[in-house]
């Protein structure tokens, strides 16, 4: 099972999204289960829709979800380096030059407007267009220059796929292809098929939309003396409303903005192997031990998966909820707390002179159960420095809306010194003095509890009011409460 390899090979042409780096997952997953290796190579033929530094972002994004390559570029390293197609030229020309010598590869002797004339006639007599019944009878020495195209040898294949089972084609669909460009770089259609036999590639796992080109790749594998790898073709992942292939016009974002966003590495590759996989079970939440002992290619299905942004943010509540408090402290927290070296995720008065570890790690400690993205952690800014009064918090709330201004004033006095008389300041005799609050006032919770969170946080949620109240310190909410006094 050790040799097992598996490999993610993408082009670095743009910011990565859910689709590559699910691809990217399901491999290193298969590997990682059977003590295999995983592989990164990155295919920079398409030169003309490379962009710059797309590979060193490929690299981040596939770090942030620690998805770590065992080989790859640059320190990655491997025996079968380089792992830049744009590097490994002399292979390919190398192959090509044995296909031609083998009376399987021949150049391509037509223009573009020649070979628009044979598709149009084609069209005109209502049959497919097959590059092979065009091959010219005596093509010229392939000089470089020229696209060079595979010979096809047209026959009939049935094939296993992973996911899709075992699958059929006829010789009609099998043609001849470019396997070389003129401008001396390979196709993909070529370079992969090579580039998988030279780095022992066991596994190539990628989307729906290669099953069609299958069967020439078959005919090439075999032109080449190539045994067939191990193929599991994922399905695609559909859009929110599930009626097609999800794109960045349907708010496929790059991945690391889920990093900015404050999700979690941990729900991201959760969200990421349940998209078209399950294990067959009710389990949702998976930590990465459980998906790498859980995940097998017969539990990936064949239909598209719908992306769910909400259950992704769920997820990540629930992960979130799940860490350590020590971890979950640096993940929200600069670089060694170090406001120059980034701003992590608290709001900036959290980083106060006056504002230490312990009462961060305090704040933490009672938000986290809140918290579905670290972002949220900004929401917490009043236990940090003063917040600006809201009215429309007392005024939106049906029950506080039905007290006088007098009246309002009048509780929060009978609070300030309920609370103002308590020798021991924590979240049991908070409590304690709140329910003789309630017994002497006459009040019901949702009004005197609901006013007393109001005025000292101002805002519209906090966690349970005796442990708010606790964190803040007797001198913050006592001098809150007296202000509010005053402005009712």
Not at 51 to 60: C, M, P
Not at 152 to 175: F, N, R
Not at 240 to 269: F, T, V, W
Not at 297 to 310: H, I, M, T, Y
């Amino acid at each position: 099972m050790s040799d097992i390899r598996t490999r993610f090979a993408p082009s670095p042409t743009g910011y990565m999204h859910v689709g590559g780096i699910r691809t990217a997952l399901f491999a290193w997953l298969i590997a990682k289960k059977a003590g295999g290796t995983f592989v990164l190579r990155i295919e920079d033929t398409d030169k003309a829709r490379e962009v710059d530094g797309s590979a060193a972002h490929i690299i981040e994004c596939l770090t942030w979800l620690n998805i770590i390559p065992d080989e790859g570029p640059g320190a990655f390293g491997g025996e079968y380096a380089p792992y830049f197609q744009s590097e490994r030229l002399p292979s390919y020309k190398e192959w090509a030059q044995k296909l031609i010598d083998d009376g399987r590869a021949y150049a391509d002797p037509y223009s573009a407007d020649e070979l628009q004339a044979f598709r149009e006639l084609a069209q005109k007599e209502k049959r497919p267009f097959l590059f092979r019944h065009h091959r010219p009878e005596t093509p010229p020495v392939w000089d470089g220059t020229q696209a060079l195209r595979f010979k096809s040898e047209p026959k009939a294949y049935t094939w296993h796929d992973d996911v899709m089972g075992d699958l059929p084609s006829g010789p009609e669909v099998i043609d001849d292809f470019i396997i070389m460009k003129s401008d001396g770089y390979p196709t993909y259609n070529f370079a992969h098929i090579i580039d998988d036999s030279e780095m022992k590639i066991t596994h190539v796992i990628r989307g729906q939309e290669f099953l069609a080109s299958t069967p020439n790749f078959l005919n090439l594998y075999e032109a080449l003396g190539f045994t067939f790898p191990t193929f599991a073709s994922v399905p695609p992942i559909m859009n929110e409303q599930g009626n097609k292939k999800l794109s960045k016009r349907d708010g496929a974002k790059d991945i690391l903005a889920y990093r900015e966003e404050g999700y979690l590495p941990e729900a991201m590759r959760n969200f990421l192997a349940s998209l078209g996989w399950n294990d067959g079970t009710e389990q949702e939440v998976f930590s990465t031990e459980e998906l790498i002992g859980s995940f097998s290619l017969d539990r990936v299905q064949k239909s598209g998966a719908r992306f769910d942004e909400n259950r992704l943010l769920w997820l990540n509540g629930a992960h979130i909820r799940s860490l350590s408090l020590e971890s979950l402290y640096s993940y929200v927290s600069p670089v060694d707390d170090d406001v120059s070296r980034g701003t992590g995720f608290w709001p900036a008065s959290a980083y106060n002179e006056d504002i230490t570890v312990g009462y961060r790690t305090n704040v933490l400690a009672l938000a986290q159960d809140r918290l579905k993205l670290f972002d949220d952690l900004r929401q917490f800014g009043y236990f940090f420095a003063e917040p600006a009064r809201n009215e429309a918090l007392l005024t939106d709330n049906k029950q506080l809306r039905k007290l006088t201004s007098d009246e309002q004033n009048d509780l929060l006095a009978k609070a300030h010194t309920s609370l103002e008389s308590l020798e021991t300041w924590n979240t049991e005799s908070i409590q304690n003095s709140l329910n003789d609050l309630l017994t002497s006032t006459g009040q019901k919770p949702g009004i005197l509890f609901s006013l007393i969170r109001i005025v000292v946080t101002w805002a519209p949620f906090s966690p349970a009011l005796p442990e708010t109240l606790e964190i803040l310190g007797k001198e913050t909410v006592l001098r809150r409460l007296d202000i509010a006094t005053k402005a009712a």
